[in-house]
């Protein structure tokens, strides 16, 4: 009696595994395609912080304190997370940020133009918007989603504000009772479990490669080149450049390497050899170096992140490789939570 009255149980929480994964399949591809990864980050770094967070919260308060409480770490949580973001953009976009370092790039290229053979100075930009379209055409069409204009657009700005509340309701509504949930709804929750972990994994990993590389950086520039007399201008400016775009993986480090050749190249040309082999050793080499930190913590190989990484930036551009580590691990969390592997 007892198998047969289990049969049709089991029956719904297959179908609902079922479903809950082609749900969780169409809003990957909806993601990516729609251009949404910054929305959907930003929503899981507040959850995945809020739960962090909350978990700290006494078990002793009683359900009207417990709310306000939790509602009081999506505010702070959010409130922090944004005024980091626009303090760093400010920062960087201030007279003595970017446009500082566009105007010492312009005026190392304009050096460069009058020191190098003609056949080789009329291939530099001798403009800002020249430097930049030359970079759109060594970097892909893809890039130009990284631009200035892009990254403070509204929408850009609209998608990570609505991800951001978003993220905080779903982490309110991740500590609410749910003891009849329906096998779908577990299901559905279950997917969203191992995608919140998979991020918190991943993310952390990437903030290590991230500051791994900017530590890096800011020893050569900081510490070796000075040591022999030369002072690269500057230099904190561009080992924040390298944290921030470190985010990027693979297109952030092309970006702040040839920033730092070009400037190294205003010093002198052998400074501008030693910064490009030294970047060339360091840096080039992230895709291993993200490979082997993200891998430790999804317990992936090389090779695995490696084709996951260059598959979906095939597909979808510079979103797929971003979202790729995280996809990749929650994939295989899925997998490994079914006894697969």
Not at 247 to 263: A, E
Not at 277 to 301: C, D, P, S, W
């Amino acid at each position: 009696m007892t198998p047969l009255s289990d049969s049709p149980l089991k029956t719904r929480l297959l179908q609902a595994d079922g479903i809950s994964y082609l749900l969780a399949v169409a809003a990957v591809l909806a993601v990516l395609h729609f251009h949404l990864v910054q929305a959907v980050f930003a929503g899981l770094a507040v959850y995945v912080l809020t739960l962090k967070f909350a978990c700290h919260l006494p078990q002793s308060m009683n359900r009207f304190a417990r709310k306000a409480a939790l509602g009081m770490v999506v505010v702070c949580v959010i409130t922090a997370l944004t005024s980091f973001g626009m303090f760093g953009w400010s920062y960087i976009s201030s007279s003595h940020g970017i446009a500082a370092l566009q105007a010492t790039i312009i005026e190392t290229l304009e050096g460069l133009r009058r020191t190098l053979p003609l056949q080789i100075a009329d291939i530099l930009p001798t403009t800002i918007e020249d430097l930049r379209q030359q970079l759109i055409t060594l970097l892909g069409v893809h890039v130009q989603k990284l631009s200035v204009a892009g990254m403070v657009g509204i929408t850009f700005i609209a998608h990570v504000i609505l991800g951001m509340v978003v993220g905080g309701m779903t982490a309110v509504h991740h500590f609410r009772a749910h003891d009849h949930a329906t096998p779908f709804i577990g299901a559905v929750r279950a997917r969203l479990r191992h995608l919140a972990t998979s991020f918190d994994k991943v993310v952390f990993a990437q903030v290590k490669i991230s500051g791994l590389n900017a530590a890096l950086t800011a020893v050569y520039l900081l510490i070796i080149l000075p040591l022999f007399g030369i002072r690269l201008p500057l230099a904190t400016i561009l080992v924040l450049l390298t944290f921030a775009v470190g985010m990027l993986p693979v297109v952030g480090n092309l970006i702040s390497n040839t920033v730092i050749v070009v400037i190294s190249l205003g010093i002198s040309f052998g400074v501008g050899l030693a910064s490009l082999l030294f970047l060339v050793v360091i840096h080039k080499a992230e895709y291993f170096m993200n490979a082997r930190i993200v891998g430790h913590e999804v317990q992936a190989t090389a090779w695995e992140l490696l084709t996951a990484m260059l598959l979906l930036e095939a597909v979808f551009g510079i979103p797929g490789l971003v979202a790729a580590p995280v996809l990749y691990a929650w994939l295989k969390a899925e997998v490994q939570a079914q006894g697969l592997i």
